[in-house]
């Protein structure tokens, strides 16, 4: 993968192009904003610590769209955030018609790439840019249950003091207070985490998993969380650009699996050259199929308030 486009050089597209390029994850890293001069001077500063970190990524910013021409995968970090008390519903109707620009640039300038979504609410805009698309849905994916997963690991890591290296936790569902953090699934070198933590310690890591990005919110008021969202997209296109094929909770197009059709929902699957290459299904418990089955009416909720379109691509 020799060129990544990413969408939005704001917060979220800024750290994560730091991420990428310190990586080495392409030869080329392209940053687009509407913001006159914005992905430019945010593409310049990165270029300019390479010879203190160590990289070779060539980057360059524009607000021209064409500019995305020849990437292999886009990432599509552009849109509001929300601010305090709102929910990632709220800007929907925001990032939906910017999202449908920047799909129409894809289709036209990047035609072969892949799609990773991060903008919110990222489920339902995954939704909106694979039927927009008319993609294969291994070729449109978002990210949400990576940062889940990596706040949900952090959490237990400082309720128990142990190391994060050991630690694996897992969060499926819509990216929203619905979530679904699998607990049968959070181990410390594959033991289970209820064996270190009572049920109330646990209760309270769920919740602040629950509450992660609202927690970060809350505190720096002007600015939601960008840190640890860029690292989640780092691992994503690590995986995908090492053909590592790592299993992730990656918001997938759901055909049947798990019960759904015709949605986008986090679910655990393989990311390799071939983007969201399998979905591994799972069986849920019958308390993890409830709180599955709330996240999905949630999801679907949104996916009603989107506007109509011809589905360009299909
Ligand atoms: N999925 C996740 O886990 C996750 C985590 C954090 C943030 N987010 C979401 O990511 C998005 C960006 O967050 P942020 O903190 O970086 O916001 P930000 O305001 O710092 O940056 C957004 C950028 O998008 C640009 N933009 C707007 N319309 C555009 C268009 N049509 N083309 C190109 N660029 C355009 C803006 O100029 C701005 O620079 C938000 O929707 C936020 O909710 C998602």
């Avoid at 849920?284 to 109509?308: C, G, H, K, N, Y």
């Amino acid at each position: 993968m020799s060129k990544i486009t990413i969408v939005g050089a704001g917060r979220v597209g800024e750290a994560a192009a730091q991420f990428i390029a310190k990586e080495e994850l392409c030869r080329e890293l392209v940053l687009i904003d509407v913001r006159d001069g914005a992905a430019a001077g945010t593409a310049l500063d990165i270029q300019e610590s390479a010879p203190l970190m160590h990289f070779d990524t060539k980057l360059q910013g524009y607000t021209d769209p064409q500019a995305m021409e020849g990437s292999e995968l886009v990432v599509v970090t552009a849109g509001l955030p929300r601010k305090p008390g709102m929910s990632r519903s709220d800007v929907l109707d925001t990032n939906v018609s910017i999202l449908d620009v920047i799909v129409d640039d894809v289709l036209k300038h990047a035609a072969d790439a892949m799609l990773m979504i991060v903008s919110n609410p990222v489920d339902v805009l995954t939704y909106r840019a694979w039927r927009r698309t008319g993609w294969d849905r291994t070729r449109v994916f978002g990210q949400a249950g990576v940062l889940d997963s990596s706040r949900m690991a952090s959490f237990v890591a400082l309720e128990t003091g142990f190391s994060v290296e050991d630690i694996h936790a897992m969060v499926l569902g819509g990216h929203g207070d619905s979530m679904v953090p699998m607990t049968r699934f959070t181990t410390i070198n594959g033991i289970s985490v209820d064996h270190f933590v009572d049920a109330p310690t646990i209760e309270r890591i769920i919740e602040r998993t629950r509450q992660g990005g609202a927690e970060i919110l809350a505190l720096k008021k002007n600015s939601s969380a960008y840190g640890a969202p860029a690292a989640a997209i780092a691992a994503m296109v690590s995986s995908i650009r090492m053909n590592r094929k790592r299993v992730l909770p990656t918001v997938s197009i759901l055909q049947g699996e798990y019960g759904q059709h015709d949605i986008a929902m986090g679910v655990p699957a393989v990311l390799g050259r071939g983007g969201m290459e399998r979905i591994v299904e799972l069986v849920l418990t019958e308390e993890e199929q409830v709180m599955f089955s709330r996240s999905s009416a949630a999801v679907r909720e949104d996916i009603a308030r989107l506007p109509a379109q011809q589905p360009v691509g299909l």
